[in-house]
């Protein structure tokens, strides 16, 4: 049945209700039911009139824009479930895993074996072209290296305390009495959300990662196993739990590199592992 008809047939049912009405509301209510019809009927047309004038470049645009959210969802919940953080690329290994988050974690892992030297010189490439100072982009070269060897406590004891260095920095305070919010969002000071990407099409998971996690404070046995799948500065500095996996290590590094990024005045477009 089309919708005109349907339309139709709902009004040829409200006449047949309010038989026992009088004349005069039956009349109204039907004039008013068919022009709210007819108003219907307007809308379509100045909406299929609006669509017709988009240009094709335009809608193609738009549909890929809901694909990349449909994706951004799917990794995210891949990743949140093996606890690898997301990078670009990673989603061409994971596109068939299903609902296996075994198999997902094995083609994550392959991913970062497979495609380690694209992702370094990625990674490398991202940060030199920001405004990073030049400790912080030594130290995040040195991690580089420290992972490439299997160095992985090395990478996560040295980069968590340089990202809260970056942070101190951004306020223009190195003082280690110094006490300011951890608040990412705060501390950009922004007031555009896209500037929490950091050149990431994943920025917004990591932005959470960073806002509920990295900087926690950790004082409890119960808030050390509840911190345990995340990185924490607080957990890293004080050795309350070994970060010595090529997961953790892996995760420290891209979890920098967001930093880094959001907290450079000069962002720049992200440049995809292939």
């Given at each position: 049945m089309s919708d005109e008809n349907r339309t139709w047939r709902n009004i040829?049912?409200?006449?047949?209700?309010?038989?026992?009405?009088?004349?005069?509301?039956?009349?109204?209510?039907?004039?008013?039911?068919?022009?709210?019809?007819?108003?219907?009927?307007?809308?379509?047309?100045?909406?299929?009139?609006l669509i017709r004038s988009i240009s094709p470049k335009v809608?193609?645009?738009?549909?890929?824009?809901?694909?990349?959210?449909?994706?951004?969802?799917?990794?995210?919940?891949?990743?949140?479930?093996?606890?690898?953080?997301?990078?670009?690329?990673?989603?061409?290994?994971?596109?068939?895993?299903?609902?296996?988050?075994?198999?997902?974690?094995?083609?994550?892992?392959?991913f970062v074996e497979e495609k380690w030297t694209s992702i370094r010189l990625d990674m490398e490439a991202r940060l030199a072209k920001s405004d990073t100072d030049?400790?912080?982009?030594?130290?995040?070269?040195?991690?580089?290296?420290?992972?490439?060897?299997?160095?992985?406590?090395?990478?996560c004891r040295c980069l968590l305390p340089e990202m809260e260095?970056?942070?101190?920095?951004?306020?223009?305070?190195?003082?280690?009495?110094?006490?300011?919010?951890m608040n990412l969002e705060d501390v950009v000071?922004?007031?555009?959300?896209?500037?929490l990407f950091g050149g990431n099409p994943y920025g917004l998971s990591l932005f959470s990662h960073v806002q509920d996690h990295l900087f926690a404070s950790v004082?409890?046995?119960q808030e050390r196993a509840d911190m345990e799948p995340h990185l924490n500065r607080h957990v890293a500095v004080h050795g309350l739990s070994p970060y010595n996996t090529k997961k953790r290590s892996f995760n420290t590094l891209v979890l920098a590199l967001y930093l880094f990024l959001v907290l450079s005045r000069d962002k720049q477009p992200a440049v995809t592992a292939q």
């Open positions: 040829t049912a409200l006449e047949w209700i309010l038989k026992q009405g009088t004349p005069e509301l039956h009349s109204a209510l039907t004039n008013l039911s068919r022009q709210i019809f007819e108003q219907i009927q307007k809308m379509e047309e100045v909406w299929l009139s809608i193609q645009a738009i549909i890929d824009i809901v694909e990349w959210f449909q994706n951004d969802a799917k990794l995210r919940n891949i990743t949140e479930q093996t606890g690898w953080l997301p990078y670009p690329g990673a989603e061409v290994y994971l596109s068939d895993v299903g609902n296996d988050m075994d198999l997902a974690a094995s083609r994550y892992e392959k030049k400790e912080t982009q030594a130290t995040f070269r040195e991690a580089l290296q420290a992972h490439e060897y299997g160095l992985y406590r090395c990478v260095r970056a942070l101190r920095l951004r306020v223009n305070n190195l003082d280690p009495g110094f006490k300011f919010n000071n922004q007031g555009e959300l896209h500037h004082r409890t046995v």
